[in-house]
C-alpha cells in the first residue's frame, strides 16, 4: 500500500522554466490537495480537488495551475517558474470525514 | 492574516517530562481540531483530533484540550520521548467534512534524553 506519492522529489529549476510535479494516491480518495510548506508560514493551501475533473483554488493559487484528469492523480504545473515559489510541496488526499494522507514531500528550488 | 496561529516556534523538554504544545484559532466557525506530527523529508502524519463538542481527547501518551471559549487547544505529550522530537502542526476546519483546513505554522519539539 503504497499511500500518497509524490514526483519528482528534488528539482532545481531556472527563474521562468516550467514543470509539472506528480501525485499519485491508491486509496480511491476523492479529495485531493496540494500545499507549500514555507517557513514561519505552516501548510498553505494552493489548489485542491474535490473529485475528478474538479479543481479549485486554495489561500495562494497565483502562478500555478492543476489538473486531475484521472482520480489517482492530482498534477501540480508551473509555467514560468518564479524564485518565491522555491519551496517544499507536499500533496495530501483524503475522504469525507477523515483526515488527511500527505505525500513526503518535493523539495524545490528556482534560480 | 492567519486563522491558526502557533506561537511558539520551539520547545525543548526533558525526557519523561510532559511537552504541552499550544494553538489559538480566530474563526468561530472552525469545530474540527487536528494535530498533525511531521519528521524531516517526511509528510505530515495525523496523531489525534478533537471535535468542538469536547473539551478533551486522549489517545496514549496523547492528550489533546480544547477551550472554546478561549479559541485555545493545546496537545499534551507525558510522558515525552526522544522519538517524539519533530514539528508539530495544529489544524483547524469547519466540520469533519471540510473541504479545506487550515494549518498552524508549526512547533518544533526537541525532547533530550
Known amino acids: 500500500n503504497a499511500g500518497v506519492t509524490q514526483t519528482p522529489k528534488f528539482r532545481v529549476l531556472k527563474t521562468g522554466q516550467s514543470m509539472t510535479l506528480l501525485c499519485a494516491q491508491d486509496?480511491?480518495?476523492?479529495?485531493m490537495y496540494w500545499y507549500r510548506q514555507d517557513p514561519g508560514m505552516g501548510l498553505r493551501l494552493i489548489h485542491y480537488?474535490?473529485?475528478?475533473?474538479?479543481?479549485a483554488k486554495g489561500e495562494v493559487p497565483d502562478g500555478y495551475n492543476v489538473s486531475r484528469l484521472k482520480k489517482q492523480n492530482f498534477l501540480l504545473g508551473l509555467e514560468s517558474a518564479a524564485p518565491s515559489q522555491t519551496s517544499v510541496y507536499f500533496c495530501a488526499s483524503r475522504k469525507a470525514n477523515y483526515g488527511y494522507t500527505f505525500g513526503s514531500g518535493t523539495r524545490l528550488t528556482v534560480v | 492574516d492567519q486563522q491558526v496561529k502557533q506561537n511558539s516556534p520551539s520547545l525543548s523538554v526533558q525526557e519523561g517530562r510532559i511537552s504541552i504544545l499550544n494553538c489559538d484559532y480566530t474563526n468561530s466557525m472552525f469545530d474540527y481540531f487536528l494535530w498533525y506530527k511531521k519528521y524531516p523529508a517526511e509528510g505530515p502524519t495525523f496523531l489525534i483530533s478533537?471535535?468542538?463538542?469536547?473539551d478533551k481527547n486522549e489517545d496514549g501518551r496523547f492528550t489533546v484540550f480544547l477551550n472554546k471559549s478561549a479559541k485555545h487547544l493545546s496537545l499534551h505529550i507525558v510522558p515525552s520521548q526522544p522519538g517524539d522530537s519533530a514539528v508539530y502542526f495544529c489544524?483547524?476546519?469547519?466540520?469533519?467534512?471540510?473541504?479545506?483546513?487550515?494549518f498552524g505554522a508549526g512547533t518544533r519539539l526537541f525532547v533530550k534524553a
Open positions: 480537488s474535490v473529485g475528478e475533473g474538479t479543481t
Open positions: 489544524a483547524a476546519s469547519e466540520g469533519t467534512g471540510g473541504f479545506k483546513t487550515i
Open positions: 478533537i471535535s468542538s463538542i469536547k
Open positions: 486509496m480511491n480518495h476523492e479529495y
